[in-house]
């Protein structure tokens, strides 16, 4: 037979453990055993490893952005989980939310995607079946701050010569996607005469074909303008989508909203480029049980205010500017609420 335990856990209710301790019974080791606390359960994330879905191509500045946040969130994250990114582009990127809504919803699931989609969820929801209201914002790692440019030897220098040309060569991608909202923004409502070529799959399509002299220019992130376009002057920057003025910009190039002369048009242009205020989002479904909701949070928070995630996104002139996930749900409630003028003209505007 077992040895019986010489601690019988069983003979010490609580007032018996406050008389043995208080007269030094003989008992006291096995009472000290008895009143041992647990060791603490491990954090929900220890050793379990976060998906980060990602709905454009590598090699455009969802992307880059995306593999940022992959390399740093995670040590901000009780219990460092991994972060693995599957980048799942197609449909404007709406195909990374429907997997995102296809995929557990405890907390190890992430997406980030075109914010375009959420104007566009708003004014076409028979297209775009992705209510924004319901999944839950982890924050904005920084607006997207966006330029429109031309290829040099397309001999356009500036804003006014744009205007004057008879035809101006874009790319385009799915709908939903930013760079497609910019092209109409330029056409019906700054007047540029602007061809889309249909069938790139992202920025980095785009700029490919630039370089080839495929088509004439791009709207696009600043931050995703190479280095040596800028350097070499290989490109003219013919107008800034946001006010936002960074570094290396010409202050020279003029806003679009300014050149919005009609006040109604003025409020689309607004609604129309608020996404790229947005910028830089990440989300998980709104069924994730909150506690988990608020350590994400937390944990973005955190790793957008370090030094080494700034020093990083510096080396690769990513910009940061972050929102908590608390900003973002407010401001896109606020999009939500957008008057029906506004949504019908954007419709008409930005639908094509």
């Keep these: 037979m077992p ?5 019988d856990h069983r003979r010490f209710p609580a007032a018996a453990a406050a008389a043995l301790l208080a007269f030094g019974s003989p008992a006291w080791p096995c009472l000290a055993q008895e009143l041992q606390p647990s060791p603490p359960a491990p954090p929900f994330y220890a050793g379990k490893t976060i998906k980060l879905i990602v709905g454009l191509p590598p090699g455009g500045g969802a992307d880059a952005y995306a593999r940022l946040v992959q390399r740093h969130l995670g040590r901000h994250i009780p219990g460092t989980p991994a972060i693995l990114i599957q980048n799942v582009p197609g449909a404007g990127s709406l195909r990374s939310v429907m997997a995102l809504n296809a995929s557990p919803d405890d907390g190890t699931v992430m997406a980030h995607f075109s914010s375009g989609l959420l104007t566009e969820a708003i004014t076409a929801p028979e297209r775009v079946h992705a ?5 839950a ?14 290829r040099s030897a397309s001999g356009v220098r500036n804003w006014h010569d744009m205007l004057a ?3 101006i060569v874009f790319g385009a991608t799915a709908q939903g996607n930013a760079g497609n909202v910019d092209t109409a923004l330029l056409r019906n409502l700054l007047g540029v005469k602007v061809k889309q070529v249909s069938g790139y799959a992202g920025s980095a399509e785009k700029r490919l074909a630039v370089e080839k002299g495929e088509i004439d220019g791009d709207c696009g992130g600043w931050t995703s303008v190479p280095d040596d376009w800028l350097r070499d002057r290989k490109i003219n920057v ?9 570094s290396g910009m010409d202050r020279g190039v003029p806003f679009g909203g300014d050149l919005v002369r009609d006040a109604a048009d003025r409020k689309v242009y607004d609604f129309l480029t608020a996404p790229e205020r947005l910028g830089r989002l990440f989300m998980v479904a709104g069924s994730v049980p909150a506690g988990r909701v608020a ?9 957008v205010a370090d030094p080494e995630f700034r020093t990083e996104a510096g080396q690769l002139r990513l910009l940061v500017a972050p929102m908590t996930g608390a ?8 999009l939500y609420a957008t008057p029906a003028d506004v949504l019908a003209r ?3 505007i930005g639908g094509e």
């Design 238 to 246: 013919m107008v800034r989508l946001s006010p936002t003025l960074v």
């Design 346 to 348: 954007a419709k008409i």
């Design 165 to 167: 040309r008879n035809e």
């Design 137 to 150: 914002w982890l924050g904005n790692v920084s607006e997207d701050v966006r330029v429109c440019y031309l």
């Design 327 to 334: 900003e973002v749900a407010r401001r896109v409630g606020e």
């Design 131 to 135: 209510d924004f209201h319901s999944y």
């Design 3 to 7: 040895r019986p335990s010489s601690c």
């Design 295 to 303: 350590i994400l949070r937390a944990a973005f928070d955190a790793m």
